[in-house]
């Protein structure tokens, strides 16, 4: 936990089974209002229904930002004049969007007096270091919460409980 706990957080929120459980937590452990912040770049996510589950999961500052220009010019074909393909196969879009959706995340966050982020990256890959390098190269202040590191729910299994408990919709392909 925070040393100082945060009046308000805004999570980068997917609508899938992690940040739907972290929503929660959050909203258990912090007792304090989460906003959500989900950016499309151009994946093929039903916007609607991630608006529907976060309101239904309580939150009232649900806030989509349409990235998917500024990713293309200012991210994307930089990333393809430098050539940079993982092992010379897959290109880094996923990877590069992080720092992207971590700078308006946190510019979200100002707009609406938040002073914590938070995300749903595991503490076993990149992406923590890709959203926190942004967050704090955006505000070296802000409050960053990142779940993954701090809950005792280690698994697959312990995110459908926990999701199952506080009746969050679980997409059928997690289960079993």
């Not at 971590?102 to 100002?110: H, L, N, P, W």
Request: hydrophobic share 40%; aromatic share 12%.
């Amino acid at each position: 936990m925070l040393a100082k706990l945060p009046k308000k957080i805004v999570l980068a929120y997917s609508g899938g089974l992690d940040t739907s459980v972290i929503l929660k937590w959050l909203q258990l452990n912090y007792k304090c209002p989460v906003a959500t912040y989900t950016a499309d770049i151009g994946q093929n996510d039903d916007f609607n229904q991630i608006k529907l589950k976060a309101k239904n999961l309580g939150v009232k500052e649900v806030f989509f930002d349409d990235l998917k220009i500024e990713f293309v010019k200012d991210y994307v074909f930089p990333m393809l004049r430098a050539n940079a393909i993982y092992e010379g196969v897959y290109l880094l879009g996923t990877a590069i969007a992080r720092p992207l959706i971590a700078r308006k995340q946190v510019e979200y966050a100002k707009t609406i007096g938040a002073d914590a982020v938070a995300h749903g990256s595991t503490g076993k890959g990149n992406d923590q270091v890709r959203f926190e390098i942004g967050y704090y190269a955006t505000d070296p202040d802000i409050k960053i919460i990142a779940p993954w590191r701090l809950w005792d729910l280690k698994s697959r299994e312990s995110l459908i409980h926990f999701a199952q408990k506080y009746q969050i919709q679980v997409p059928k392909d997690k289960i079993g």
